[in-house]
T-cell receptor, first 113, second 112 residues
Framework: GENVEQHPSTLSVQEGDSAVIKCTYSDSASNYFPWYKQELGKGPQLIIDIRSNVGEKKDQRIAVTLNKTAKHFSLHITETQPEDSAVYFCAASNRDTGNQFYFGTGTSLTVIP | DTGVSQNPRHKITKRGQNVTFRCDPISEHNRLYWYRQTLGQGPEFLTYFQNEAQLEKSRLLSDRFSAERPKGSFSTLEIQRTEQGDSAMYLC??????????FGSGTRLTVV
């Protein structure tokens, strides 16, 4: 099955700086890559996703890039704010073979005011 | 739209007991998923329903685990003869299409 690795496991940034979280995947057939934000005591919340036919997608302060050749994708958060502090998970899946999402191990982001 | 609702939020049980969790998905979502999340890890897939049909099951779902979704609405996840290794957060999610789940807040199970 698919194996998703995520780095770093913890990340601290000053408010206003950028944060970058990177994930690699093993199955070249994976074609869908969502990112989730999980706050304490809550379930993961979808923040952005990208499909394999697109190299980059942006939504306000959040962007995701995908390099299919290298099998890695990254989350970029610009102008970070204290409310961005949370655990972020990447995931990969192949919609042609099943409905299972394979999640990374998470990155705990702390934005220091 | 009140989101995905899971009950109970917390459950403490003795080893060997049976437990059942309930998930109420967003009403128009025909896809429903169960995941398990242990501390410091990402969610792990357990099973997937489309309407009332259970179409996918993970190898993680041992024969002590059973899930149902009668009438394609709410779903239940039952764990029989609980073990300490079953302690985890059990997450339910629903979606109208393949892309982008909406997760509930989960049921935290502690087996003592």
């Amino acid at each position: 099955g698919e194996n998703v690795e995520q780095h770093p496991s913890t990340l601290s940034v000053q408010e206003g700086d950028s944060a970058v979280i990177k994930c690699t995947y093993s199955d070249s057939a994976s074609n869908y890559f969502p990112w989730y934000k999980q706050e304490l005591g809550k379930g993961p919340q979808l923040i952005i996703d990208i499909r394999s036919n697109v190299g980059e997608k942006k939504d306000q302060r959040i962007a995701v890039t995908l390099n299919k050749t290298a099998k890695h994708f990254s989350l970029h958060i610009t102008e970070t704010q204290p409310e961005d502090s949370a655990v972020y998970f990447c995931a990969a899946s192949n919609r042609d073979t099943g409905n299972q999402f394979y999640f990374g191990t998470g990155t705990s982001l702390t934005v220091i005011p | 739209d009140t989101g995905v609702s899971q009950n109970p939020r917390h459950k403490i049980t003795k080893r060997g007991q049976n437990v059942t969790f309930r998930c109420d998905p967003i009403s128009e979502h025909n896809r429903l998923y169960w995941y398990r999340q242990t501390l410091g890890q990402g969610p792990e897939f357990l099973t997937y329903f489309q309407n009332e049909a259970q179409l996918e099951k993970s190898r993680l779902l041992s024969d002590r685990f059973s899930a149902e979704r009668p009438k394609g609405s709410f779903s239940t996840l039952e764990i029989q003869r609980t073990e300490q290794g079953d302690s985890a957060m059990y997450l339910c999610a629903s979606s109208p299409t393949y892309y982008g789940y909406t997760f509930g807040s989960g049921t935290r199970l502690t087996v003592v």
